[in-house]
Nanobody
Framework: QVQLVESGGGVVQTGGSLRLSCAAS????????MGWFHQGPGNEREFVSS????????YYTNSVKGRFTISRDNAKSTLYLQMDNLKPEDTAVYYC?????????????????????WGQGTQVTVSA
């Protein structure tokens, strides 16, 4: 069964840190680019960060650059998002997603339309 399962969300104060994990199963994780998206109340699902299949290239939305770090461990079939210096505006449900098989790098890795498998999401709440 093709599956993505996120974990690591929670409630944290402004300036705090969280590390999200996304465990993949049922497919060759190391062959696909991966990404993180978030969706706040009443908002559309938006791009946060993505990483190429080998981890050589990473992409971030401007609002998280310098605060968030995406990484992956292909041997463990796991994707990570280290979130530091969290702000209240980071509050959202965070989803990991698999990019389509032909999406290897570039701007398409910042567009949710090019991701085909999604996890169920994990809630991140940052209190002021």
């Amino acid at each position: 069964q093709v599956q993505l399962v996120e974990s690591g969300g929670g409630v944290v104060q402004t300036g705090g840190s969280l590390r999200l994990s996304c465990a993949a199963s049922g497919w060759a994780f190391g062959s696909y680019a991966m990404g993180w998206f978030h969706q706040g109340p009443g908002n559309e699902r938006e791009f946060v960060s993505s990483i190429t299949w080998g981890g050589g290239r990473t992409y971030y939305t401007n609002s998280v650059k310098g605060r968030f770090t995406i990484s992956r461990d292909n041997a463990k079939s796991t994707l990570y998002l280290q979130m530091d210096n969290l702000k209240p505006e980071d509050t959202a449900v965070y989803y990991c997603a698999r990019a389509g098989a032909t999406i290897r790098n570039g701007e398409n890795l910042m567009n949710r339309r090019f991701f085909d498998i999604w996890g169920q999401g994990t809630q991140v709440t940052v209190s002021a």
